[in-house]
């Protein structure tokens, strides 16, 4: 086997996991190119290969595989720079999209204004023609209709064509004649089919998910092209795979097709690398959580499963396709201070990589959290990025003087440390979010910690949460990239049907549809070379009380479905909604009504071997390299504080706090009252031996 590399594009930093033919990684960052990303990628790529001592095109001939994650699409809805897209959609529903759900957002808030939709008015044209719920075609489409709206959108140069017709979920036939019709006359644009995107029930989620799909698909399409032409230039010739949403990756040419299954992936392989990170400590149980430059990423993982949602917003706009439960803030290194009216406010808006913080000294002026940080001394302005980038000490207490300490009338390190409390807050309301607000209580929970700037904010975060234990991965900084390497290929399916789940009631419709979309899935897998013995399917049902309006997603065994075993699928059903809302109906009799299923098809990858070390002596002495002055959040002072050099740590070596411990890819700070302890992977635990004692005590009582 040659060599395996695992790249994560985000906006500041691009992340690489390189492992070599004998199970060795090597953890690079190189910085982001805003402009063109793949160029980045072949940077990084070109300085992974003079660290082997080999040219490019020899490097990556070796190179088997690329597992690749990209912001690009998630950027794009973002800036609002996505393509030009013309939606053609149902008679009398032209305006389904801006009317949104037809409820308001943020109820108690009498300036709320919803966003403007992706396509324009202008381009959302009615076509006559109708479906009914049932799959029945009531009135006949009206090919002059189509002919008509696609002149205008010639006239209008649109890059991309989004269809979605009511009721295609149950008959696609109207929607497939349409895309032929647009196919012949617009080639070049990118084409979204609402029966091929999402066929399931709910217009505005379909609707807003296949115009999504297509606002983003030249977008993806376009980079994806560039990045491989980029990559067999050099000469790369194996497998680019890409990572999805839902938390596995496909084939470049599958997520190309559906380029809004992307939109989320920016940190959906975290959950996989933090089941790979936490081994050692047999938890299944655990809150990860990614710090970057730009952006800060929560998610839950129980039962080694992390949460998944068909119910996702990207920048408020709807996407129903199975992503990651991932509570995202922009909250990063990146992130500017601001003041609000007098109070301090940080991000969401990041300095980026190009100027990047004024730190950079790459021509930057505005105040960040890594600004902070350099000024508390938790960053070394010799030793970040291993030395290669020198950081500006002036120039950071300069921006911060200027946008945050004279208009609060402090002084600069007061300016800096609230800043740094204020991420630290910032970061623990988005762990509430996937937490708290989902029933669960944080601090039955490890926290995973990861990302190049996540370290220097973690325990304090915990502290905030009354978290007992963290973990900060060998591979931290690149954690997304390495959990790229660990993810199966993964393909989602759904169908729509509507069938209430009474002692009696047939399975033969649900079981005919179950076996169409196995079916499907195997094939799915079968195109991407995966063997019938890798490949795995899960079955869930979406669910609710009847006269509902949401629904729960219940996973289930086929056999439970082939005999209609409907009375452990309502008890599923029942616990989930308790665990979710707090309450059952489970004496009401009340009838439980399935709505659509789902099959998720897997196919398991190789994984990458996890490198072990022989515990050692406690005593971490040799690894201590000097002493500086750093803020002590605890006793809002400075202190002499011992710095150690991580990459010298062995397991079982231990660390009482404060002290700094530095990496050539991440910094991270131990405050006092925590003890740190090194795993058998090379990962930092964390303890809050105050915060242990409580618990312990707790639990006696």
């Not at 912001?71 to 032209?94: D, H, P, Q, S």
């Not at 938890?283 to 998944?308: H, Q, Y």
């Not at 504080?641 to 010298?648: A, I, K, L, Q, R």
Request: charged share 25%; with cysteine; aromatic share 6%.
């Amino acid at each position: 086997m040659g060599y395996r590399i695992g790249i994560d594009v985000g906006g500041t930093f691009t992340d690489y996991l390189f492992l070599d033919a004998n199970g060795k990684t090597r953890a690079h960052k190189v910085l982001s190119t805003p402009d063109d990303p793949s160029r980045a990628v072949v940077q990084g790529l070109a300085e992974l290969a003079e660290a082997e001592e080999q040219r490019l095109d020899g490097f990556l001939g070796q190179v088997d595989l690329v597992v690749h994650g990209t912001t690009v699409t998630t950027n794009a809805v973002l800036t609002g720079r996505t393509a030009k897209t013309g939606l053609l959609t149902t008679w009398g529903f032209r305006d389904a999209l801006q009317m949104r759900r037809g409820v308001r957002e943020a109820f108690y808030d009498n300036k709320f204004a919803a966003p403007a939709p992706l396509v324009p008015r202008r381009l959302r044209l009615p076509v006559r023609g109708r479906i009914a719920v049932d799959g029945s075609e009531i009135e006949p489409l009206s090919l002059d209709d189509v002919e008509r709206a696609i002149e205008h959108f010639a006239a209008q140069r649109v890059e991309a064509v989004a269809i979605c017709f009511l009721h295609a979920y149950a008959n696609q036939e109207h929607e497939e004649a349409a895309a032929r019709l647009v196919a012949q006359r617009l080639p070049s644009a990118y084409l979204s089919v609402s029966a091929r995107v999402l066929p399931q029930l709910r217009y505005y989620e379909r609707t807003s998910t296949t115009v999504l799909n297509a606002a983003v698909g030249p977008i993806l399409r376009r980079y994806l092209d560039n990045l491989r032409r980029r990559l067999a230039d050099a000469g790369f010739a194996g497998v680019l795979r890409v990572m999805q949403s839902n938390g596995g990756v496909t084939s470049a040419q599958a997520v190309a097709e559906l380029a809004a299954s992307t939109l989320l992936s920016g940190p959906a392989a975290a959950p996989t690398a933090g089941l790979a990170a936490i081994e050692p400590h047999r938890s299944d149980r655990f809150i990860t959580v990614d710090m970057g430059g730009t952006s800060f990423d929560a998610a839950l993982v129980i039962e080694g499963a992390p949460s998944i949602t068909n119910s996702a917003t990207v920048n408020r706009f709807a996407l129903a396709l199975p992503s990651m439960d991932i509570a995202t803030i922009g909250a990063g290194g990146g992130s500017i201070g601001w003041i609000d009216h007098g109070l301090l406010r940080m991000g969401p808006a990041s300095a980026g990589a190009d100027p990047g913080p004024a730190c950079y000294g790459r021509g930057g002026t505005q105040a960040t959290c890594s600004d902070a940080n350099l000024l508390l001394g938790y960053l070394s302005a010799d030793f970040f990025a291993g030395g290669r980038l020198r950081l500006d000490a002036g120039a950071a207490r300069e921006a911060i003087e200027r946008e945050i300490a004279q208009p609060l009338a402090m002084d600069a390190t007061r300016a800096a440390a609230g800043m740094y409390h204020v991420m630290n807050v910032n970061m623990a309301s988005a762990i509430r979010e996937i937490s708290v607000q989902k029933g669960v209580d944080p601090r039955e929970f490890p926290l995973v910690c990861a990302g190049g700037a996540g370290a220097i904010h973690a325990a304090m975060i915990a502290r905030e949460l009354g978290i007992a234990r963290v973990l900060v991965p060998r591979e931290a900084s690149i954690f997304c990239a390495s959990g790229m390497l660990r993810s199966d290929l993964k393909h989602d399916f759904v169908r729509s049907l509507a069938l209430t789940l009474a002692d009696g009631t047939d399975p033969a419709p649900l079981v005919a549809l179950v076996d169409a979309m196995l079916d499907e899935a195997s094939s799915a897998l079968a195109a991407e070379g995966v063997a019938a013995e890798r490949r795995r399917f899960v079955l869930s049902l979406d669910l609710r009380y009847l006269g509902q309006y949401h629904e729960v997603s219940v996973e289930t065994g086929l056999d439970t479905v082939r005999g209609g075993h409907w009375a452990a699928v309502r008890e599923a059903f029942h616990d989930r909604h308790d665990r979710l809302y707090g309450y059952a109906l489970r004496e009401e009799a009340t009838p439980v009504e399935l709505i659509s299923l789902r099959v998720a098809a897997i196919g398991e990858t190789d994984k990458p071997p996890q490198q072990r070390e022989a515990r050692s002596d406690p005593n971490a002495e040799h690894a201590l390299k000097g002493r500086r002055t750093v803020w002590q959040p605890e006793a809002d002072a400075f202190a002499d504080t011992p710095v150690y050099d991580g990459e010298h740590l062995r397991c079982g070596n231990r660390i009482d706090g404060p002290a700094i411990v530095e990496k050539r890819t991440t910094t991270l700070f131990v405050p006092r009252g925590f003890q740190l302890e090194v795993d058998p992977l090379g990962g930092f635990l964390l303890e809050d031996l105050q915060e242990a004692v409580g618990l312990w005590t707790e639990t006696q009582r």
